[in-house]
């Protein structure tokens, strides 16, 4: 199971960005345990896309935490952030429907986000900061929130 991803084009301020640097390519796939478990030949290790959007929390996380501390006059000495979320495969396996009268089968339980901090004189004040700012994590917004989205399918411009 191989996938690719790739970033593109992004507007900041009205603006377009488009240039060649920001054309990053992701390769995902699964776990070789999985790939052999579904029957795939010559299974390798991949990242799972939910590991690199977990991976991408964590770092945006970190990012936010990061800012609001120097904003704040925290001097970190040490930060980690560390995101826990267990995986129910039924769906993607085609164990049950996606969705049940409706709704969307949450494949997922309880995200556990937990931040590790290490400074001088931290109060409990200033953890109450740290808390707050990891809700500024634009990807935090992006998991944590609900947000309308409708899947369009289409199909390819390019001849056979």
């Not at 995902?28 to 929390?57: Q, S, Y």
């Not at 049950?96 to 409706?102: M, S, V, Y």
């Amino acid at each position: 199971m191989h996938t690719t991803a790739k970033t593109g084009p992004y507007t900041l301020g009205g603006q377009r960005i488009d240039r060649a640097a920001r054309e990053y390519v992701y390769h995902t796939g699964a776990h070789k345990e999985v790939e052999e478990a579904l029957g795939f030949t010559a299974p390798t290790d991949r990242p799972e896309p939910t590991e690199i959007v977990l991976a991408a929390l964590t770092g945006c996380l970190n990012a936010a935490v990061s800012a609001s501390a120097l904003k704040h006059g925290l001097s970190l000495h040490r930060q980690e952030v560390r995101v826990r979320i267990s995986w129910n495969p039924y769906v993607f396996l085609h164990l049950t429907d996606p969705e049940a009268k409706g709704k969307l089968h949450d494949q997922f339980g309880k995200m556990e986000v937990e931040l590790i901090v290490e400074g001088e004189d931290i109060t409990e004040e200033d953890i109450a900061y740290l808390e707050e700012s990891m809700k500024r994590s634009a990807v935090y917004n992006l998991i944590c929130l609900p947000h309308e989205c409708s899947p369009v399918v289409s199909t390819s411009s390019v001849s056979k």
